[in-house]
Nanobody, 121 residues
Framework: QVQLVESGGGLVQPGGSLRLSCVAS????????MNWYRQAPGKQRELVAV???????NYADSVKGRATISRDNAKNTVYLQMNSLKPEDTAVYYC???????????????WGQGTQVTVSS
């Protein structure tokens, strides 16, 4: 069984910064792409940032220049550094990863439980 657990959310003032972390644990053979999504109240879940196993990254236009995604493959961990936070960044942030396990033939799409980020003065 694989679990993704996020941490690092909280209340931050506009212009502030946060660093989100997501650790994958369990019987893992390989972690492929790792992503951060977010979902604001009343809105659809949106892709925020992507990082491949090779370290290539991509960002939503809404966070480009303010967000940095990174990963530590030795720790099965992905990070999202968010700077210059805005009220519109308020959302539940979810970690997502494509992970291969010894017991399942094909890689599977796993999700974390989410961590709340609130940007408000």
């Amino acid at each position: 069984q694989v679990q993704l657990v996020e941490s690092g959310g909280g209340l931050v003032q506009p212009g502030g910064s946060l660093r989100l972390s997501c650790v994958a644990s369990g019987s893992i053979s390989k972690i492929y792409v790792m992503n951060w999504y977010r979902q604001a109240p009343g809105k659809q879940r949106e892709l925020v940032a992507v990082i491949t196993s090779a370290g290539s990254t991509n960002y939503a236009d809404s966070v480009k220049g303010r967000a940095t995604i990174s990963r530590d493959n030795a720790k099965n961990t992905v990070y999202l550094q968010m700077n210059s936070l805005k009220p519109e960044d308020t959302a539940v942030y979810y970690c997502n990863a494509i992970i291969a396990t010894p017991s399942i033939r094909n890689p599977y799409n796993y999700w974390g439980q989410g961590t709340q980020v609130t940007v408000s003065s």
